[in-house]
């Protein structure tokens, strides 16, 4: 079974903070899914990254995949109080498995 | 375009009640279908996904079932509750290669 582990796992920052949260492995990834879940609502796709060391930009968000494909990072720029949530990191599949996830909060 | 349904979207029930929870997909045709559950606002468990009707491949050994009696229907259910069953249940749907899920709303769960 493929582990993920995501870290922090909480972390509460003010609002023009820079902040990045991680998504690690021991096994090597296809690809690389990061979403986003607001409370009481269902996760919603961010991004998708797939070759080793991709960067793709959301915005004020920045996503790498690292270059041996056991790794990735999510850094936000400037932080705003609608960023807060959840973030998971999950490999795509037959069955997607999920990290346990980075609680965010942002205080304005 | 595609719209995922899940109701009811809160329920309370009393361990030892049975449970159905219903997902149905819209605008698609042979999605791949999955329930997670959630706990405490923390990771999905990955409970069941389906390839096609009638075919639901287990994830975790519990007092839970799922089965699929329709293309895009997806339902979930136990014959007796138990405390730890509380927590919020999300389906989803993916179609393709590329596995990109979509999630439902989600049902809100409280065994008491």
């Known amino acids: 079974t493929q582990l993920l582990e995501q870290s922090p796992q909480f972390l509460s920052i003010q609002e023009g903070e820079n902040l990045t949260v991680y998504c690690n492995s021991s096994?090597?990834?296809?690809?690389l899914q990061w979403y986003r879940q607001e409370p009481g609502e269902g996760p919603v796709l961010l991004v998708t990254?797939?070759?080793?060391?991709e960067v793709k930009k959301l915005k004020r968000l920045t996503f790498q995949f690292g270059d041996a494909r056991k790794d990735s990072s999510l850094h936000i720029t400037a932080a705003q109080p609608g960023d807060t949530g959840l973030y998971l990191c999950?490999?795509?599949?037959?069955?997607?498995?999920f990290g346990q996830g980075t609680e965010l909060s942002v205080k304005p | 375009s595609q719209t995922i349904h899940q109701w009811p979207a809160t329920l309370v029930q009393p361990v030892g009640s049975p449970l159905s929870l219903e997902c149905t997909v819209e605008g698609t045709s042979n999605p791949n279908l999955y329930w997670y559950r959630q706990a405490a606002g923390r990771g999905l468990q990955l409970l069941f996904y389906s390839v096609g009707i009638g075919q639901i491949s287990s994830e975790v050994p519990q007092n839970l079932s799922a089965s699929r009696p329709q293309d895009r229907q997806f339902i979930l259910s136990s014959k007796k509750l138990l405390l730890s069953d509380s927590g919020f249940y999300l389906c989803?749907?993916?179609?393709?290669?590329?596995?990109?899920?979509?999630f439902g709303p989600g049902t809100r769960l409280t065994v008491t």
């Open positions: 990254v797939v070759t080793g060391g």
């Open positions: 989803a749907w993916s179609v393709g290669h590329d596995y990109e899920q979509y």
């Open positions: 999950g490999n795509p599949g037959g069955k997607l498995i």
């Open positions: 096994s090597v990834f296809s690809s």
